[in-house]
């Protein structure tokens, strides 16, 4: 029971805090609107649990191994977060188009994010060890942790998406507005500095 309890904590705290998934689901529901953004965080929701199992299963051992391709994916994960920053920053803010912007991620994009998403390597590569039984079968024990970030995750990323919304209603469109993509999007990269520092 106490594990149990370690692992919803665990996942609350690393689901729920700051980091790339929730800072581009606040930043994307700011623009668009909660519903809009429902892919994306629905891909994270599905495509982070998965990650976990396969990682269990062994999908993660070249990245352990081959340090090179480890450098390379972090290089991938960096890049494309820079991208993903300057999108938000450079979003449009004046008033709605005719034609809605679509958020920078769907469901899919939000899904394969997970492999390059530095923050969820270090969840991923922390709870697998912490939450398992050695010589205990790896897939069921792997297949539970998978399911309570599945039922965490939505809540959490309903929470930011909110924020996002309400942050688009309290500051309207213009300057403002701009403003806070840009802070979604300097917090962004500063997601990145476990990486840089690690």
């Not at 993660?60 to 820079?82: C, K, T």
């Not at 920078?104 to 394969?112: C, H, I, K, R, T």
């Not at 539970?144 to 995750?153: D, E, T």
Request: net charge positive; proline share 10%.
């Amino acid at each position: 029971m106490d594990q149990a309890l370690a692992l919803i904590g665990f996942a609350l705290a690393t689901s729920g805090t700051p980091g790339p998934n929730t800072m581009m689901v606040t930043a994307s529901a700011a623009q668009v609107g909660i519903m809009r953004v429902m892919p994306h965080m629905l891909g994270i929701t599905l495509g982070f649990p998965a990650m976990i199992v396969a990682v269990a299963l062994g999908l993660g051992l070249p990245f352990a191994q081959i340090p090179g391709l480890h450098q390379a994916m972090q290089a991938l994960g960096a890049a494309w977060l820079l991208w993903l920053a300057w999108k938000i920053a450079t979003a449009p803010v004046g008033p709605a188009p005719e034609t809605p912007a679509r958020p920078p991620l769907g469901f899919f994009g939000a899904a394969a994010f997970q492999w390059v998403n530095p923050k969820a390597w270090m969840i991923a590569l922390a709870a697998l060890p912490a939450f398992t039984v050695p010589g205990q079968p790896i897939l069921p024990q792997a297949l539970v942790i998978a399911l309570v970030f599945a039922l965490v995750s939505m809540p959490c990323l309903l929470f930011w998406a909110w924020i996002g919304r309400a942050a688009r209603q309290l500051l309207g469109a213009g300057a403002r507005l701009r403003a806070f993509n840009i802070v979604m999007a300097v917090l962004l990269v500063l997601s990145l500095l476990p990486l840089a520092l690690g």
